[in-house]
Nanobody
Framework: QVQLVESGGGLVQAGGSLRLSCAAS????????MNWYRQAPGKQREVVAS???????NYADSVKGRFTISRDNAKNTVYLQMNSLKPEDTAVYYC?????????????WGQGTQVTVSS
């Protein structure tokens, strides 16, 4: 059973920082392109940041310069460093990505972790 398990969410004041982690576990060979999404109450889920296996990154305009996505392929783990947090960053953050299970590539979602930024 493959799982993506997020951790690191919580409550922080505006201007603060949090670091999210997403660890892939189970019978996996490796992880491919990975993404962080978020969904605020009453809004659609949106992609925040993406990273390829080689390390190329993309960010939503709203987080450029504040968030950094990174990965440790040896640990099958992806991170999201969030700095200068704003109240509008409040959302449930989800890890998503492609995981190699043997010779099969499948897409998985984590269960989500709540990030709340107070003003």
């Amino acid at each position: 059973q493959v799982q993506l398990v997020e951790s690191g969410g919580g409550l922080v004041q505006a201007g603060g920082s949090l670091r999210l982690s997403c660890a892939a576990s189970g019978s996996i060979s490796s992880i491919g392109e990975m993404n962080w999404y978020r969904q605020a109450p009453g809004k659609q889920r949106e992609v925040v940041a993406s990273i390829t296996r080689a390390g190329s990154t993309n960010y939503a305009d709203s987080v450029k310069g504040r968030f950094t996505i990174s990965r440790d392929n040896a640990k099958n783990t992806v991170y999201l460093q969030m700095n200068s947090l704003k109240p509008e960053d409040t959302a449930v953050y989800y890890c998503n990505g492609d995981v190699w299970v043997g010779l099969r590539l499948k897409n998985y979602w984590g269960q989500g972790t709540q990030v709340t930024v107070s003003s």
